[in-house]
C-alpha cells in the first residue's frame, strides 16, 4: 500500500491521494444513498450503507486511502447526550451544564452502541482493493466537548472556554470519559481491520495556546497511549486544527506518525519545523477545487514543492465542499499522479 | 506617555495596558448612553456620544490608552455599502456580488461621509489626560472585503475564499479600493490628533497561508506607506489575527511597529520568532476575565514571563465580552501595575 508505505518512511515517485469528507454530497451516488435514510445517526449507523458510502469514491477515483464513513460526534451520541442534525444548522444537543455530572457507568453501555461502525469497518476492508488503506477516525476529546457545552458549533466556543478558566476539574472528568470512550472507539475500529487511525480535533484553535498542553497535546496522548495498550501498533494520524505554530510541540508531545496540516499553516514552515520523522499530510484549500485549473496547479505546485524533502500525504486542508464539481477531483488527482 | 514610550523602545518599570473593546457593552455607563440612539452607524457617528464612551474606560481604569469608539464596518458604510446592524446577529449588508463593480467615483464622496469619525478624535483628545495615548483604527482591507462579499460574518468565509481562486482581478480592484479609503480615514484620524493607528485583521486567518503575502500583508503595507506619504509618522498596531506561524513573515514584510497577538499563539514563540525590534501586545485569553482571581493571575505572569526580554503592551487576545464583571478588570488593571 503506498500510503502506509509512505508512513512507514518508504521512498516513493508517488505521492499518496486522499481527501477529507471524500465520501459525502459533492457525489450523486452519495446523495442517493443518503436520501434512503432520514435520520443522519441512523444512516451512519447502518453497515451497509456506511461501507457502500466509503467505498464510492474509491471507485470514482481510485484514492489512495478510504476513511470509513461515520461522524465525530457518534460518541456524544452513544455518551446518551441527545445528538441530532438539523438539516441546514448541523449538529445539535442540550448543552452540557458545568454542574452535571456524566454518569461514569455509561461508559459500561458504550461499546454496544458503537459496534455498528465496527461492523462498517469490517464489511469496507473485505471490499476494498488490497492496495487501498482504510482509516478509522475519531473526534479529540476538545472538540467534542465543544459539541457537547456549546450544544452545536459554534462562533467562539465562548461557553466551552469558560470551562477552562472556571471549571477546571469537570473539564479534566469530561475529558477523561472522552479519552477512554474515544480509546474504546478506535480499539474497536483497529479490530475490524481499519489499516490507520485518524483523530480530528476541529477546533483545536480555540483553546488558548498556553492551554493547548493540557487540553490538546495531553489528551490526544492519552488516546494513543491506550490504543496502543491494547496491542494496537496502526499508524496514528492527528489533525489539530489551525493551531498553526504550535505543531512542532504538539508533534514533541504526541506519539502520532502522521501530522495533517490546514491551509492556514504554511507548508514552508511546516516543513521546516515540526520534526523530521513526522509524515505531513494536506494541505490545499478546498476551495482551490471549486475553480480547478492552472490556478489550483500552481497551488499544489507550491506545496509539494515545500514538502519534497519529507514524507507527504496529499489531501486538502479541510473537507471537500458540496458544491465542488467531480471534474476538479478527477484533475486533481490526474495531476498529483502526472 | 507610557504607551508611546514603550513603542518608541524605552524601558520602563511598568507595562502599559489597554483593552480591544475596552469602550463597550461590559460598562453600565456605555449601555446607558448606547440607549440614546438605536442605530449602531448613527451612534458611532455622533462625535460627543463617540467621545463619551471612549472616555468612559479610561475614568474607570486609567488605561494607558484609549481607542477611539467607532466600528471597522464605517468604511463599507461609507463605500455606500447598505451596512446595519441587527441586535443579535450582527452586521449585515447586500453580498457584493464578483460581477458587481464598485464605482471608483464613490472614493471622492467617501470623506464627507467619515468626518464625524475624525471630529470624535478631536473632541476626545481634547479631554483625555495628558498621559493617555488615543489610538485611531480600521479594518484591514481582507476583513473588510469579507463583510462586503459574504453580507455579514460567517464561519468560514468560503464565498470571499471563492475571489481569491476564481476572481484574482475582482480581488485586486476591490482591494485596492479598500487601501485607498481606509488610508484616507487613518490619515483623517492622525490629522485629528490620534497618537497611534491600529490595523484590525480580524479573520487574516481564514486566508490560506500562501495567499497572505498578496491578501493580508500588502494591502497592510500599502496602507501605511500612503500614510506615511501623508506625512504621518506614528506608529502602526497590526493585528492579523489567527495567523500564528505567519506573524514572523509578516513582520518581516509590513512596516508597523507594534503587533498585536491573539490568545492562539504562544508568547514564547511569538517572543522568540518575532523580528526583535517588533513592540507585542496581548494577550490573555478575554474568558479569563470571566473568571479573575489566581486562574487569570497565573495566566498573567505566564504572558508577561515570555515577553520579558520583549517591549510589551497588555492587553487581551481579542475583544472583551459583554458578560465580563467589572471588578475583574479592576483586578487586573491592578495586577499588571502591582
Not at 63 to 79: E, G
Request: glycine share 6%; with cysteine; proline share 6%.
Amino acid at each position: 500500500m503506498l500510503f502506509l508505505d509512505t508512513i512507514a518512511g518508504k521512498k516513493s515517485s508517488q505521492t499518496p491521494i486522499w481527501i477529507m469528507r471524500q465520501a459525502g454530497r459533492y457525489l450523486q451516488e452519495y446523495r442517493d444513498v443518503r436520501a434512503t435514510t432520514s435520520d443522519f445517526i441512523s444512516f451512519c449507523l447502518t453497515p451497509d450503507k456506511a461501507c457502500e458510502v466509503t467505498l464510492q469514491p474509491i471507485r470514482r477515483y481510485d484514492f489512495d486511502a478510504a476513511i470509513i464513513f461515520s461522524d465525530i460526534l457518534i460518541v456524544p451520541w452513544a455518551l446518551n447526550r441527545d445528538v441530532h442534525f438539523i438539516t441546514g444548522e448541523g449538529p445539535k444537543c442540550t448543552p452540557l451544564g458545568s454542574d452535571e455530572v456524566i454518569d461514569h457507568k455509561l461508559i459500561t453501555d458504550f461499546s454496544s452502541k458503537i459496534t455498528a461502525v465496527a461492523e462498517a469497518v469490517r464489511l469496507t476492508r473485505a471490499s476494498l482493493p488490497e492496495k487501498t488503506a482504510l482509516i478509522g477516525f475519531a473526534g479529540a476529546p476538545w472538540t467534542l466537548m465543544t459539541y457537547m457545552v456549546e450544544g452545536g458549533s459554534s462562533k467562539d466556543y465562548a461557553a466551552t472556554r469558560n470551562w477552562l478558566w472556571g471549571y477546571q476539574k469537570q473539564t479534566d472528568y469530561l475529558l477523561e470519559i472522552l479519552v477512554e470512550t474515544i480509546s474504546q472507539s478506535l480499539i474497536s475500529q483497529a479490530n475490524a481491520g481499519a489499516n490507520a487511525l485518524m483523530i480530528f480535533d476541529s477546533w483545536a484553535s480555540a483553546v488558548p495556546s498556553d492551554l493547548r498542553p493540557w487540553i490538546v497535546e495531553r489528551p490526544v496522548q492519552a488516546i494513543i497511549e491506550r490504543v496502543r495498550q491494547a496491542g494496537i501498533t496502526l499508524p496514528f494520524i492527528c489533525f489539530p486544527r489551525g493551531i498553526s505554530a504550535d505543531l512542532p510541540r504538539f508533534a514533541d508531545a504526541v506519539d502520532c506518525q502522521v501530522l495533517a496540516i490546514d491551509q492556514g499553516v504554511s507548508p514552508v514552515f511546516a516543513a521546516k519545523s515540526i520534526r523530521a520523522d513526522m509524515v505531513l499530510q494536506g494541505n490545499l484549500d478546498p476551495q482551490a477545487l471549486l475553480f480547478g485549473g492552472d490556478v489550483m496547479k500552481r497551488a499544489v505546485d507550491q506545496i509539494q514543492e515545500a514538502f519534497l524533502t519529507r514524507q507527504h500525504i496529499f489531501n486538502l486542508g479541510h473537507g471537500i465542499t458540496p458544491p465542488t464539481p467531480i471534474d476538479h477531483v478527477a484533475e486533481l488527482v490526474d495531476y498529483i499522479r502526472r
